[in-house]
């Protein structure tokens, strides 16, 4: 398959390398007609305002939304899972989307780059160690979003910090950063296949 990561901001070089160790294509996307050219699309971590607000310059946002509506599978890390959401929370007052998602995300809900952690998830059935990173979670899930991992937050509850509709998956984790491929090869191999023709 052709994987898209894209390579606007955020660290996008982690996921080209995790989709060619897994034996994919993987090709950086910062204009419409690479994005035209893949299969499938990885949204990196970094910071989500500047990654949409670039995605907007670059002449990307609207063509990234309609691929997704067209049934494109898309992965989203961190950033990339808030910019799938449908809405957010503690964004700025006009931050873009890609959407697709129907969740609400709260942004650095597990607070700043200081409190970044690593823990052991229950993630698709499968013990994984994950990385944490100014992460998201998920305040509100839509009936047709699977819950593939939660953990429990600072305000006690626990929060779905993996999750997928159809042919769209996002984790508020770095699976980039640990060397374990799981996370990319569940998204190439339970959420690609079946949704590419």
């Known amino acids: 398959m052709k994987i898209g990561v894209l390579a606007l901001q955020g660290d996008f070089r982690e996921h080209i390398q995790a989709v060619k160790m897994a034996g994919h294509a993987g090709l ?21 305002t500047t990654i949409a607000l670039l995605a907007q310059s670059f002449g990307l946002l609207q063509p990234i939304r309609e691929r997704i509506a067209a049934g ?12 799938l959401a449908d809405r957010i929370l503690d964004g700025t007052e006009d931050q873009a989307t890609f959407g697709g998602i129907d969740m609400t995300v709260r942004r650095n809900a597990f607070g700043r780059q200081v409190d970044s952690f690593e823990s052991n998830l229950d993630f698709n059935n499968s013990p994984l160690r994950a990385v944490f990173i100014r992460a998201p979670w998920v305040e509100h899930l839509g009936k047709a979003v699977e819950v593939l991992s939660e953990i429990q937050g600072s305000d006690g509850a626990r929060h779905p910090v993996a999750v997928r509709q159809g042919s769209l998956f996002a984790t508020s984790f770095h699976p980039e950063l640990t060397g374990d491929l799981r996370v990319h090869r569940y998204f190439f191999d339970q959420v690609c296949v079946g949704a590419i023709k």
């Open 28 to 48: 950086t996307v910062r204009r419409p007609e690479e994005l035209a050219e893949i299969d499938a699309l990885i949204i990196p971590g970094g910071e989500s």
């Open 72 to 83: 494109m599978p898309v992965y989203g890390s961190c950033a990339g899972m808030i910019l």
